[in-house]
């Protein structure tokens, strides 16, 4: 495409990836939110919009037109690109970040549909998520976030957690439906951070017995309802389902036989 475009004499500026601009609060993401009137080739309206928002340089949807390659044919785009002004200015590639082997995947936040109900914040595991001081679910490391893993947004009952490079709708932008969200303690019949902590192992017995077997289960069940890749599971250290249990509010329990365990992780039963 960025040969049509400069044959017909388009001025355009290429991204090698918008996300990674966004997590960096890149300056030219304001420098085009101002521009008079702009047309935005990426990937779905709302996952650009929140991109933007999450740069520090919310759009003015008046000012812009938004052309999807993922769902828009070349010819369409080429079509509406073309009644551009044309311009012998040579257009500006915009490099990404260098910042070590750090795939750009993150989730944004839709706040047009975000009750700030903080399943998201209680739910991941990696920090990701934090507050302003005026109490509102932010995205504040972005850089913690497991790379292909788009749980959170899977959780979130408003569907207002996107992740753009996500294949499935709606959480890579695409609109909304009115179905229902996943409802996890039903599906899983547990608790998520419970699950999780069961991986394999239960309370310092090697043997898997019924119990374990079943948590076995119920792991599994977790990992396809929310698309968690296998790497992700087995990254999670003892100390990050701990944190996850305390900002969910529940006892930690430090007991390691199974008989001696009454508090309310229920380890022993």
């Not at 991204?15 to 990937?43: F, G």
């Not at 959480?171 to 179905?179: L, P, Q, R």
């Not at 996850?244 to 009454?262: F, H, I, R, V, Y």
Request: with cysteine.
């Amino acid at each position: 495409m960025r040969k049509e475009l400069t044959d017909l004499g388009i001025e355009f500026e290429a991204v090698a990836d918008l996300c990674e601009l966004s997590a960096r609060k890149d300056p030219a993401l304001k420098r085009w939110a101002k521009m008079d009137t702009i047309k935005i080739v990426a990937c779905f309206e709302r996952a650009v919009k929140w991109l933007f928002h999450a740069g520090g340089a919310p759009l003015q949807p008046e000012r812009v037109e938004f052309l999807n390659m993922r769902t828009d044919s070349i010819e369409s785009i080429l079509g509406s690109l073309s009644e551009c002004e044309a311009s012998a200015t040579e257009h500006e590639e915009i490099e990404p970040d260098k910042r070590g082997k750090w795939i750009p995947w993150f989730p944004v936040i839709d706040y047009e549909r975000c009750a700030n109900c903080k399943q998201c914040l209680n739910f991941c595991l990696f920090g990701v998520f934090g507050l302003s001081e005026q109490g509102q679910v932010q995205v504040q490391q972005p850089a913690n976030c497991k790379t292909n893993c788009p749980a959170c947004a899977r959780v979130c009952p408003q569907k207002a957690i996107i992740f753009p490079k996500y294949t499935e709708s709606p959480f890579n932008g695409d609109k909304v439906g009115t179905e229902d969200g996943a409802k996890l303690s039903e599906l899983l019949g547990g608790d998520i951070h419970d699950i999780l902590g069961r991986r394999g192992k239960c309370c310092g017995v090697s043997a898997m017995d019924a119990g374990q077997q079943q948590g076995a289960s119920r792991l599994a069940k977790l990992q396809n309802a929310l698309d968690i890749p296998q790497e992700v599971i087995e990254s999670l250290s003892a100390g990050q389902i701990k944190e996850g249990n305390l900002k969910a509010g529940k006892e930690d329990c430090s007991n390691t036989e199974p008989q001696e365990c009454n508090c309310k992780c229920k380890r022993g039963k």
